[in-house]
């Protein structure tokens, strides 16, 4: 089984704080990505990666960036995070053209 | 930007009944995924189809894809109170995109 894990279920941090979300895979899987999940808006994509140091913006990468030193880790950063980035967070990985592993999510409150 | 549509955005049924979500997209797809998410949890994948199928079984779980209409549905046959969680479907794109794009989702209630 395709095991996605993310660095913490709930994390609750200071507006104005750098912010680190990270995600480990451990299916050699290419290409992982980052999603965030708001009600009512549904699974947006952040950025995503199909290679180490490898990177694309999704349709939402404003405030945020990611790093892939290696190919199983894919992390989100939050250069300064706001109230505004208060959501879930969701990663995935896939191997191919085909379905999508996600981990658990992260719940992230800026206060 | 949202590829993928459901409808209903909610719906409540009896335990033992079916449920059918469906799902419109705009252009032309490589495939459709279905995806189900119970509350507060990652998503979990269900079932691929193709641009070139027309329906595809997984137990209890049936999908269909008319490319002509951009839309697809999901049938759950016989439900329990367990399948009780939020379905979403997405969608690959022709062109090689690697993204898949999701629609809002339909939360489903399964009442015992």
């Known amino acids: 089984d395709v095991k996605v894990t993310q660095s913490s279920r709930y994390l609750v941090k200071r507006t104005g704080e750098k912010v680190f979300l990270e995600c480990v895979q451990d299916?050699?899987?290419?290409?992982m990505f980052w999603y965030r999940q708001d009600p009512g808006l549904g699974l947006r994509l952040i950025y995503f990666s199909y290679d180490v140091k490898m990177k694309e913006k999704g349709d939402i990468p404003e405030g945020y960036s990611v790093s892939r030193e290696k190919k199983e880790r894919f992390s989100l950063i939050l250069e300064s995070a706001s109230t505004n980035q208060t959501s879930m967070y969701l990663c995935?990985?896939?191997?191919?053209?085909?379905?999508?592993?996600f981990g658990p999510g992260t719940r992230l409150t800026v206060t | 930007s949202q590829q993928g549509e459901e409808d209903p955005q909610a719906l409540s049924i009896q335990e033992g009944e079916n449920a059918t979500m469906n799902c419109s997209y705009k252009?032309?797809?490589?495939?459709l995924q279905w995806y189900r998410q119970n509350s507060g949890r990652g998503l979990v994948h269900l079932i691929l189809?193709?641009?070139?199928?027309r329906e595809k079984h997984s137990g209890r779980l049936r999908v269909t894809l008319d490319t002509s209409k951009k839309s697809s549905s999901l049938l759950i046959t016989a439900s329990r109170a367990a399948d009780t969680a939020s379905y979403f479907c997405?969608?690959?794109?022709?062109?090689?995109?690697?993204?898949?794009?999701f629609g809002k989702g339909t939360k489903l209630t399964v009442n015992p």
């Open positions: 299916m050699d899987h290419e290409n």
């Open positions: 189809i193709r641009s070139n199928e």
């Open positions: 995935a990985t896939r191997q191919g053209a085909f379905e999508q592993y």
């Open positions: 252009t032309s797809i490589n495939n």
């Open positions: 997405a969608t690959g794109s022709q062109g090689g995109s690697e993204k898949l794009v």
